[in-house]
């Protein structure tokens, strides 16, 4: 029997060469990043979500395909504090101040953040033709600018994750995590 000895480096006791192998190999390690790397991103979006009178239980994206993201069982659980985020005060003031009033029935929500609005006319037979119609186009505006404005929340969200997945994905992303759980090394760079 044989005995072989041998010394066990930090990253930061190793050479340039070495700490650009260990990147690399810890770069194409398939359990290098978990599903676990964007729970708190996550989190904070739903949260995010529901200052703004939204609620959802998931979202789905591939950042690899750059598919759109989207999001899960996603519903409106307050319609005055959405339509205040996505810029619709001034509707909802004019619409106060209207004789015949318009309620809000519903919004829906798809998962690609997509607004349909359901509008009650109170008195809807004694709405003109003209009138009748410059509600229609409300909703049509509504829908538009809830949409856009969901779209925008998403794409920063997107935005963020792709911003947080580059950075871990970095050299200097994989360089801290190698510090930061001391990893240990032979002296050619090569975990242990």
């Known amino acids: 029997m044989r005995t072989k000895t041998i010394k066990i480096y930090k990253f930061e006791e190793l050479s340039k060469e070495a700490k650009n192998k260990a990147i690399e190999d810890q770069m194409s390690n398939e359990s290098y990043l978990d599903y676990e790397w964007f729970d708190y991103l996550h989190e904070g979006f739903i949260e995010e979500l529901n200052t703004i009178g939204v609620n959802c239980k998931e979202f789905y994206w591939d950042l690899y395909r750059n598919e759109r993201f989207k999001a899960k069982d996603i519903e409106v659980t307050d319609n005055q ?3 205040k985020s996505a810029g619709l005060t001034k509707w909802l003031i004019i619409n106060e101040l209207r004789n015949e009033k318009t309620e809000i029935y519903s ?4 998962e690609n953040g997509e607004a349909e609005v359901e509008i009650d006319f109170e008195n809807e037979d004694n709405l003109s033709d ?6 229609e186009k409300e909703v049509e505006e509504l829908n538009e600018k809830i949409t856009d404005f969901m779209e925008e929340k998403f794409e ?3 935005g963020r994750l792709q911003k947080d997945y580059d950075y871990l994905m ?3 992303g994989i360089k801290e995590d190698l510090e930061a759980n001391d990893y240990e090394f032979s002296i050619d760079g090569k975990g242990l």
């Open 156 to 158: 920063e969200f997107l």
């Open 130 to 135: 003209e009138e009748y119609v410059d509600r």
């Open 81 to 83: 504090k959405l339509l």
């Open 170 to 172: 970095s050299d200097e």
């Open 107 to 110: 919004i829906g929500l798809s």
